[in-house]
């Protein structure tokens, strides 16, 4: 399956790409460690089997490791891309079920603090898929660094991974804190990972809702819930996605409800004006 990006130029192509080309989806976490690119590797594999396009930019730049968890080995990555060497679809690599996933490098510490100008670049290239896909998902890192920030106030939403340890929750509730105090972020949904049970994934869902409305008055939106299960180590190790490795697992059945929550929902998604506009808001915001 090859990426053909929309033949469209001129500022209103650009300038429109969030809101024609498909959904974009920040997936991230308060803190690492809880499975928050398993989730986005086996939710792409789930979307494409319900006949989505998507694509997958791995946005840990300074320690990617989604291609190493699929198996893939890509010629390119997306510090060719910042450095000016090759555009992203040239970077763009085919991964299981059909995905297209833009992979990142590991171990280059100037990658973890994007310049200003690396990241109009990067959204440009972004802005160079319009029409390429349905759903874009963007495995942040974890935490609350410039990066994570940056590509969690450019989606239209971002999915929020925690796990019902209280540090996960704790952390969880700061990176939405931030993202609704400085960016004005409004839209969350949360996935709870992990779980032992749907009793226990709801009880931590409610609990960072019901903090994150009464003192940031932000509503949740309840994604869904991905129970603990050995199978996924065993997937890690043999660098499958577990929905391949073992379909009828209880987890891969889960991340195929979670991508039907995606599919679903929400009906519309208010446009932020483009992925460039955004970027100079923040521009704006950082120079105040």
């Known amino acids: 399956m090859s990426v053909r990006p929309d033949s469209g130029t001129g500022t209103a192509a650009a300038s429109n790409a ?109 802005d160079s898929l319009d029409g390429a896909f349905d759903v874009l998902l963007l495995d942040t890192g974890a935490g609350i660094s410039s990066n994570v920030l940056f590509f969690a106030a450019a989606a239209h939403e971002t999915m929020v991974v925690v796990t019902p340890e209280p540090t996960a929750l704790t952390d969880a509730y700061a990176l939405v804190k931030v993202l609704s105090t400085r960016y004005a972020e409004q839209r969350f949904a949360v996935v709870v990972n992990m779980a032992r049970g749907e009793f226990e994934a709801r009880r931590t869902f409610t609990h960072l809702s019901r903090v994150a409305e009464r003192f940031l008055h932000v509503s949740l939106r309840w994604a869904g819930w991905v129970p603990f299960d050995a199978e ?39 446009p932020k004006g483009g992925l460039q506009f955004f970027f100079r808001r923040l521009l704006a915001e950082e120079r105040a």
Do not use: Y
């Open 18 to 126: 969030v809101t024609r080309g498909g959904r974009t989806i920040a997936v991230a976490s308060g803190k690492g460690g809880v499975g928050k690119t398993n989730i986005v590797a086996n939710l792409a594999i789930a979307l494409r089997r319900r006949g989505q396009r998507v694509i997958v930019v791995d946005a840990d730049l300074g320690l990617a490791n989604l291609d190493t968890l699929l198996g893939v080995n890509p010629r390119a990555t997306l510090r060719h891309v910042l450095h000016g060497e090759c555009p992203l679809r040239d970077v763009l690599v085919e991964g299981p079920a059909g995905i297209q996933i833009v992979p990142a490098a590991s171990g280059f510490e100037e990658l973890t603090q994007l310049t200003n100008a690396q990241r109009l670049l990067l959204l440009e290239q972004v």
């Open 232 to 270: 996924v180590p065993e997937a890690v190790r043999r660098q499958r996605a577990v929905v391949e490795l073992a379909p009828h697992a209880p987890v891969s059945r889960a991340f195929e409800r979670l991508a039907q929550c995606v599919v679903d929902g929400p009906e519309s998604v208010p």
